[in-house]
């Protein structure tokens, strides 16, 4: 799904066909189902208005913004993540409400409203229909914890009530089936994603660890729990230029030997048929030359480090009949 995609996709919000209906969820911790949530009709219309306005503001008015994949994620800015990974089971929450009539309302005599840990809101029409994922943060549950004031009749006593405080934030959007992430930042401390990223990273260093290409594998797999470094590995298993086209060892390491950014900052072994990774620089540069992030300009020959790298199409040049010439 590119960004035109998902714009079109998510353009009933403001042309609905028939009434554009808003329903809340509310996931509570150690419960598998979400529960409904009961909320004034005319609340529900405020609550409408701020949602499609998050949509148009964060997604759709973002002119500048490309689609990635969420395995190819990146330092770069102004994306959204299409989610291609294995999905969390706290994820698949936004599959559990769809078409599904028969989940209870939340009920205060069994529930509490500092057990919710997060909200889904679906937006339909007629024919169309997203899901919105959030993940509420403290200060959106109020009477969680602490000792809460507030004003009463011109003095403050104690509030032992709770709130829900919903505002207009969200991480994640599911749309035409797909799982777009808006904030990845968020997911990465949240949503399972910790424990997906851990093993799609573990399996990128088989990857390379069948590739026999680096002398001391074992100082790659110190890093897999830092999540930053461990979401660069799994970019080069899912999408790597280098493994793909199976470049040879050799050309990878003299290319290495000789980029001006990797030559004096990468060590090998002795007989240089491998890479000897022995600080966090070196690490960094071994993963950008999988993913092919080192280039030069064949027009100016100046180096580049490069983590946007748009594929073109090369057409054909049209051949020439000779009979016709």
């Not at 353009?11 to 554009?20: D, H, Q, V, Y």
């Not at 660890?209 to 830092?226: A, D, G, H, P, T």
């Not at 030359?289 to 490069?306: A, G, P, Q, R, V």
Request: hydrophobic residues 40%.
């Amino acid at each position: 799904m590119n960004k035109l995609e998902l714009n079109n996709a998510l353009g009933f919000i403001n042309a609905p066909r028939g009434e554009l209906q808003i329903l809340l969820y509310a996931n509570l911790e150690g419960i598998d189902e979400p529960k409904k949530l009961n909320i004034k009709g005319e609340d529900l219309l405020e609550l409408r208005t701020l949602f499609v306005n998050a949509i148009q503001t964060s997604i759709i008015e973002k002119d500048d913004y490309v689609v990635l994949p969420l395995s190819t994620a990146d330092e770069r800015g102004k994306c959204l993540y299409q989610y291609d990974l294995e999905l969390p089971q706290e994820l698949q929450l936004l599959e559990n409400v769809i078409g599904n009539d028969n989940l209870q309302n939340f009920n205060f005599n069994n529930n509490q409203l500092s057990g919710i840990d997060s909200l889904i809101i679906v937006l339909a029409d007629d024919i169309n229909e997203i899901s919105l994922f959030k993940k509420l943060s403290p200060v959106e549950v109020v009477g969680r914890g602490g000792y809460m004031l507030w004003k009463s009749n011109q003095i403050l006593e104690r509030f032992n009530d709770q709130l829900l405080r919903i505002s207009s934030k969200f991480q994640i959007i599911r749309v035409s089936g797909e799982l777009i992430v808006i904030d990845l930042n968020a997911i990465e401390k949240s949503f399972g994603f910790y424990d997906v990223i851990t093993r799609e990273a573990t399996a990128s260093l088989s990857v390379i660890n069948n590739m026999q290409i680096v002398s001391n594998i074992n100082s790659l797999e110190e890093l897999v729990s830092n999540v930053s470094f461990a979401r660069k590995l799994t970019k080069v298993a899912k999408s790597s230029p280098v493994i793909k086209h199976n470049i040879p060892n050799a050309n990878i390491i003299a290319f290495a030997k000789s980029h001006p950014l990797t030559k004096k900052k990468i060590k090998f072994n002795e007989d240089e048929t491998k890479f000897n990774l022995d600080t966090r620089v070196s690490k960094d540069l071994f993963i950008k030359i999988l993913n092919d992030d080192l280039l030069t300009s064949e027009l100016t020959k100046l180096y580049y480090d490069s983590l946007a790298k748009d594929g073109i199409e090369v057409e054909s040049e049209p051949t020439i009949d000779n009979n016709e010439a």
